[in-house]
């Protein structure tokens, strides 16, 4: 059932998004849970109301109105539309110089057919052909030998990069918006890397049509206000016999036009040499296939080529979104029967560890390293989740221990809502525990949320620290990873000490 909130996601929706989620990080749970029973109310009466994904979290941020978010997703707007801008103005420019450079006519010589096809044909197809090889997914590409290379390669190439450099123009918020909405910006890149990829395939095809479209609107100025004398030469052994079969598989696609298609006549009498005489007459006859070859192999598929990119990259965005830290979080929020039982709890206390858990759901894979928790019981206390098995991981185990249960945690996290995992507050974050959290994620796949939540007591119940200095070490450590699933909640396990002071 479409509404207007099921529309396509731009880049902007992304950094709107992002805002609003950061910002909510700072509201009391209270609000929260209030704030999120009104919109689920809202979407209900919405009628009809939004059945995907994308829609429902369009729908929650079209809901939730804020200055600040409203002027993130302004910026990236004004950005995006400058930037394209400043892309096709480059490119006016460049199809200007090449076609003035090709068909530059002086009276003297005739201008050579083989120039404008080597720019406007040949050349334009093959650079059609690398940006198709460029756009496909890794994936298919991995069984090449040196594909990996090829690729980034031709990413760096790319004229899209000219958008970047043309963003060094704008004002520095506006640069830093569109550098976080194509994953530019730390490790969004591993979120929006395919936005990125599109945003820039977009950009140089948008350079491209302007390239051609001013090309050939520049071929059609000089016949129409100057005097133009088209003809061949080479120095290879090609006769005029072999050059017309080639200008008539040329031709096919505009067969219906016969002013566009060369005879053998013309192409015979067109030949010429260096200094040789030249009646230009002969000569003026070429103009149509010439503009017809521009229009047909050059301008056509990049306006095809750009619409596809358009389109791709609204499909990246709309997966980047739903990918996003914390949507699936608003995805259960809005999925919810009815609210939170803690929805009335008080808007002044600041959010739990409970609320950040809760991107995990009701049924979270535990992972308890080191024996942070050691048992189920007490992880179930501490996260005020049902755990019903942990999974041992770190301390005494062996690697290969490890390596093992990791293989079964990926098959049994499927039908999970996400991972915790338990590590202890005061024991530093060692190396082996980050590179346990990327071996985790190379198991489970992106997307999945995986929350560390450190553990300020011991398996006892007696706290051995809350100095918030060991909580800021495990964010650095945990956010040098560079994934933007992972995540480090806010400490527990202060129960038992409060019980004391009382």
Known sequence: MPSRFDRRVWPADLVAAAVRLNLDDHLPRGELNQREARVRAALVDAGPAPVTDHGRVLFWLGELPDVEVDQAGQRVRSAFALVGLLVTLLGVLSGIGLASG??????????NIAVGLGLFVILQSLLLLLTWVAALPRAWMQRLPLADGLQEALRLASPGRLGLLAARLLPQESREALDQAIGRAGSHQRVFGRVQLWALLQWSQLYALAVNLAAAATLVF??????????WATTLDVQAEGLHRLVIGISVPWWWLPAAVPSLEMVSQTRFTR????DPMLGRAWWPFMLMAMVVYGLLPRIVTLLIAHRQLGLATRRALLAMPGITGVLRALDAAEASPDANDSMAEPKPVAAKVAELGSHPLVIDWSRAAGSAARASQL???SVERLYPAGGSRTLEEDEHQLTEIASTVAAEQGVAVLVKLWEPP????????KQLRRQVGDALAIVVVPIASE?????VSQDPGLVSQWRRRVSAVGDPWLSVADPVGFVEQEADHA
């Open 102 to 111: 090709a068909y530059a006519y002086d009276g003297s010589q005739r201008i």
């Open 275 to 278: 200094g040789s005489s030249f």
């Open 430 to 437: 060692v190396i082996e525990v980050t590179d346990y959290f």
């Open 459 to 463: 398996p006892s119940g007696a706290v």
């Open 222 to 231: 000089l016949v129409v206000f100057t005097d133009l004398s088209f003809g």
């Open 383 to 385: 996260l005020n989740r």
